[in-house]
Nanobody, 122 residues
Framework: QVELKESGGGSVQAGGSLWLSCTRSGDLTTRYFMAWIRQAPGKEREWVASIRSYRLPYYADSVKGRFTISKVNANNTMLLQIDSLRPEDTATYYC????????????????WGQGTQVTVSS
């Protein structure tokens, strides 16, 4: 069992930057695939990025080149650096984890955080 908690969301103007953080607790031994998944009001969930220890990260086309996912602090913390924000990036961002990557790529996961709101104004 793993527990996830996000932080760092806020309101920013288009072109600005934000840094989101996900803290993992509970099972700290399993090398979970982890991801950021977002959901805008009234829209379906969208996979943003995934990462696993000592492997390459993966990004959705909509955020490639602007978002950077990484793991730090002995893999107990996952970061998402968001640059060049656009209004369409406005959504609730969730930290998620699973034992494999296919579900995460479909915006599905076994474990979820509570979410943190990101709002981008024009």
């Amino acid at each position: 069992q793993v527990e996830l908690k996000e932080s760092g969301g806020g309101s920013v103007q288009a072109g600005g930057s934000l840094w989101l953080s996900c803290t993992r607790s509970g099972d700290l031994t399993t090398r979970y695939f982890m991801a950021w998944i977002r959901q805008a009001p009234g829209k379906e969930r969208e996979w943003v990025a995934s990462i696993r220890s000592y492997r390459l990260p993966y990004y959705a086309d909509s955020v490639k080149g602007r978002f950077t996912i990484s793991k730090v602090n002995a893999n107990n913390t996952m970061l998402l650096q968001i640059d060049s924000l656009r209004p369409e990036d406005t959504a609730t961002y969730y930290c998620a984890a699973d034992f494999s990557c296919p579900g995460l790529a479909r915006a599905s996961a076994k474990f979820w955080g509570q979410g943190t709101q990101v709002t981008v104004s024009s």
